[in-house]
Nanobody, 116 residues
């Protein structure tokens, strides 16, 4: 059974850093691109970053370019999101995601709060 489990969220001051992890199981991880999304209160879920199945290609939404880095470890079946220079507007629940057979799979999310 497919499972995505995020961790690493928390409360951080503006300018700080966090590293999110998403542990995957129940599917052949290295065959799929993986994504991080986020959803702030009262807003739609938005795509933050995508990484190709072997990690050779990444894409980011404009608001996080130069601050966030997505990476993956296909041995550990884990995708990461390194977040630096965090801003209050980065506050959201962060989810990892992949698509299989037309279905979107999501983790339970991890809360990131950027506040002084």
């Amino acid at each position: 059974q497919v499972q995505l489990v995020e961790s690493g969220g928390g409360l951080v001051q503006p300018g700080g850093s966090l590293r999110l992890s998403c542990a995957a199981s129940g599917f052949t991880f290295s065959r799929y691109a993986m994504s991080w999304y986020r959803q702030a209160p009262g807003k739609e879920r938005e795509l933050v970053a995508v990484i190709s199945k072997f990690g050779g290609s990444t894409n980011y939404t404009d608001s996080v370019k130069g601050r966030f880095t997505i990476s993956r470890d296909n041995v550990k079946n884990t995708v990461y999101l390194q977040m630096n220079s965090l801003k209050p507007e980065d506050t959201a629940v962060y989810y990892c995601n992949f698509n299989l057979g037309g279905n979107a799979y999501w983790g339970q999310g991890t809360q990131v709060t950027v506040s002084s």
